[in-house]
């Protein structure tokens, strides 16, 4: 059996035919047994009908797709009746013939094209679409929080009356721990085994032997931490001048240029560090050619976040924004919203970690957590005053990870080490706490 090819961070196939299989069974699934609307999905729909605008927007989003793309989803009455079935379900893989497959960002998937359309502009950076897709969301998070999300957490096929597409089978089958170890840079190295269950078991911490490896539900396993050992700062890059990797990341953008303000909806999305920092009083310390490095998280590894440098937090704060708006600049963007990285750093739901490193050349530094399309849920887990040791936890997404940013002052020269790589869309995961930077 194969494995479908995936767009940027292995969240939803690239597969076009894979994945219209999968929306044309959750429309087949939404007709035939239609659940009563969830007051956050009626809440949206009341919002669209009350407002002319938003009502435009929401019919016209369909309307513009271009006949060629085969969009499956017609309306947006019929997105609504999707994503209320979705509230109800956790993400898990299926079988089409002879292919398996993640559909992990299954709203994204429903809103894949309207995004690029002149509608979904409108409606996707709409503050209060916005507001009523985070309740939405956060209704999700909770039932992922929950016992009833343990179904998906099995080896083989998924008996489970709700869901009716192509063979779901559980994250622990043997195709889906493949998946999962086949995104682990340091397989086979040292003591890490290559085979993929004793791979997980020796990377994270779990129980093979219990029901759902011991996970109390899909988040619990989503966030699932390393085991102790298996991601550590090395003893030579304790040096203070070393700067880790604060996720388990690949590298997409590294700019010394950066300004304070800045057109980041045109091309190239230059960074806004601003907008970025959504304009808190510390942004003040930064200024024009300030260095940002942005890297993005696999949707089947570690979601995390650990501090890249010794000091003390000095400010956190969680930033309102938004979960589906796509950059004008890209068009139909055939993996929305991945080329949109750059442009979503300003707009989207984010959290922001501001450390005084306790190396006078690095001082003040920002790690900036961005939400992407369902990975709305940004947990900051220190708090003003505490002190931090290079490694160690500061925060965690929920339901996934999407990407981050490291921003630092102009005046902070730094001898970045991608790992033989050149930061794209095409590039893989450097191990989590690995060196990633030298300051000069």
Excluded at 174 to 197: C, F, H, S, T, V
Excluded at 320 to 338: C, H, K, L, M, Q
Excluded at 402 to 424: A, K, M, W, Y
Excluded at 429 to 436: D, F, H, S, T, V
Aim: include cysteine; glycine fraction near 6%; charged fraction near 20%.
């Amino acid at each position: 059996m194969n494995h479908v090819k995936y767009r940027v961070g292995k969240w939803l196939p690239s597969d076009t035919s894979f994945l219209n299989h999968w929306i044309e069974t959750k429309i087949k699934q939404v007709k035939v047994n239609p659940l009563p609307l969830h007051p956050a999905v009626a809440s949206l729909r009341e919002a669209i009908y009350a407002d002319s605008i938003l009502y435009m927007s929401f019919v016209s989003m369909y309307d513009e797709i271009p006949q060629g793309y085969n969009e499956p989803v017609k309306n947006f009455e019929t997105m609504l009746l999707i994503i209320n079935q979705i509230l109800t379900e956790a993400p898990c893989y299926s079988v089409v013939e002879d292919k398996i497959g993640l559909v992990g960002f299954p709203i994204n998937a429903i809103l894949d094209w309207a995004m690029g359309t002149q509608g979904g502009y409108l409606a996707f950076t709409n503050t209060l679409v916005n507001q009523k897709l985070r309740d939405i969301l956060n209704v999700w998070k909770q039932f992922l929080e929950t016992t009833s999300s343990q179904y998906v957490l099995v080896d083989g096929p998924i008996a489970q009356v709700q869901m009716d597409y192509s063979n779901p089978i559980g994250w622990f089958s043997p195709q889906a721990l493949e998946a999962i170890a086949a995104m682990d840079p340091l397989r086979g190295i040292g003591n890490n085994p290559y085979d993929a269950k004793a791979n997980f078991s020796y990377n994270y911490q779990c129980d093979s032997t219990k029901p759902y490896y011991g996970y109390a539900s899909w988040d619990a396993f989503f966030t699932r931490e390393f085991n102790l050992g298996v991601r550590e700062v090395s003893a030579v890059d304790q040096d203070p001048n070393v700067i880790v990797n604060a996720c388990e990341s690949a590298p997409y953008n590294c700019v010394t240029d950066a300004k304070m303000k800045d057109k980041f909806w045109m091309k190239g999305q230059p960074y806004s560090l601003l907008d970025m920092m959504d304009n808190h009083k510390l942004a003040a310390e930064f200024g024009d050619n300030s260095t940002v490095y942005q890297a993005f998280l696999c949707a089947k590894t570690y979601h995390r976040w650990n501090s890249p440098v010794d000091g003390k937090i000095v400010a956190i704060q969680n930033v309102a924004g938004t979960y589906y708006a796509e950059a004008p600049v890209e068009g139909f963007d055939p993996s929305g919203p991945n080329d949109s990285q750059g442009y979503i750093a300003e707009i989207a739901a984010r959290a922001l970690v501001f450390i005084q490193s306790d190396n006078p050349k690095i001082g003040l530094m920002c790690f900036v957590a961005i939400g992407m399309a369902e990975v709305s849920s940004c947990e900051i887990t220190v708090t003003v005053g505490q002190k931090v040791s290079k490694g160690d936890p500061i925060g965690t997404f929920h339901f996934g990870g999407s990407t981050h940013c490291l921003i630092f002052r102009p005046e902070v020269n730094i001898d970045f080490d991608f790992h033989n790589q050149t930061p794209g869309l095409n590039t893989s995961n450097i191990p989590l706490k690995a060196r990633i930077g030298v300051v000069q």
